[in-house]
């Protein structure tokens, strides 16, 4: 069974200052983990997602994470926070890839400080 | 955008009703999966439909139920709705073996009264 946790439910920065956003999963299987963006009254959009390979994946918008497979962490960064990345963000494991059956975390509400 | 369109965008029924939804996939995916998003959670997997099939399922009770149809567009109906399937239920379209990620639509909210 695979399991998603995303620490801490609400987080603030300040325009201009790093976002870091944390993701932490189980998987008995090698995962493929993605990183999902939802604006107000709006579906899903996906930010960056990790397959195989290179384990830094650069997304959308700046965004960027790291697979940490010995910390089973997929946290997702931005260097400098824009008022626009103001959303909730949910990161999600599949044990597949192209046939997702994706499970997802309770998400991270990020707002951004003027 | 995606091209995943959802329709109704949003609706009102009753306890005990019944209620269908509808989702029309992107152009080349051949595969329909639909979630429930409540109020401040993340989406839940209901099921997944592939060539007209349910194609895994996820903790949800039987009167949750779908169709794909020969255009792999899809619905998610709901009988004897309860209260608490009052959410966003999201449709998401892939293709399957196709190695690339799923598109999800706008999305349905559905409120129970």
């Known amino acids: 069974a695979q399991s998603v946790t995303q620490l801490g439910s609400h987080v603030s920065v300040s325009e201009g200052a790093l976002v870091l956003l944390r993701c932490n999963y189980s998987?008995?299987?090698?995962?493929?983990l993605f990183w999902y963006v939802q604006y107000p009254n709006q579906g899903l959009q996906l930010l960056l997602k990790?397959?195989?390979?290179?384990?830094l994946v650069k997304g959308i918008n700046g965004f960027e994470a790291e697979f940490k497979k010995s910390e089973t962490s997929f946290h997702l960064t931005k260097p400098s926070a824009h008022m626009s990345d103001a959303a909730e963000y949910f990161c999600?494991?599949?044990?597949?890839?192209?046939?997702?059956?994706?499970?997802f975390g309770t998400g991270t509400r990020l707002t951004i400080i003027p | 955008e995606t091209g995943v369109t959802q329709s109704p965008t949003h609706l009102i029924k009753t306890r005990g009703q019944q209620v269908t939804l509808r989702c029309s996939s992107q152009?080349?995916?051949?595969?329909v999966s639909w979630y429930q998003q409540a109020l401040g959670q993340g989406p839940q997997f209901i099921f997944q439909?592939?060539?007209?099939?349910?194609?895994g399922r996820g903790n949800f009770p039987p009167r949750f139920s779908g169709l794909q149809f020969p255009n792999y567009s899809s619905e998610l109906n709901v009988n004897a709705l309860e209260l608490d399937d009052s959410a966003l239920y999201l449709c998401?379209?892939?293709?399957?073996?196709?190695?690339?990620?799923?598109?999800f639509g706008q999305g349905t909210r559905l409120t129970v009264v």
């Open positions: 990790y397959t195989t390979g290179a384990t």
């Open positions: 999600a494991v599949s044990e597949n890839f192209g046939n997702e059956k994706l499970t």
């Open positions: 998987s008995s299987v090698p995962p493929y």
């Open positions: 998401a379209s892939s293709l399957r073996g196709g190695y690339t990620e799923a598109f």
């Open positions: 152009s080349g995916h051949n595969t």
């Open positions: 439909y592939y060539r007209e099939e349910e194609n």
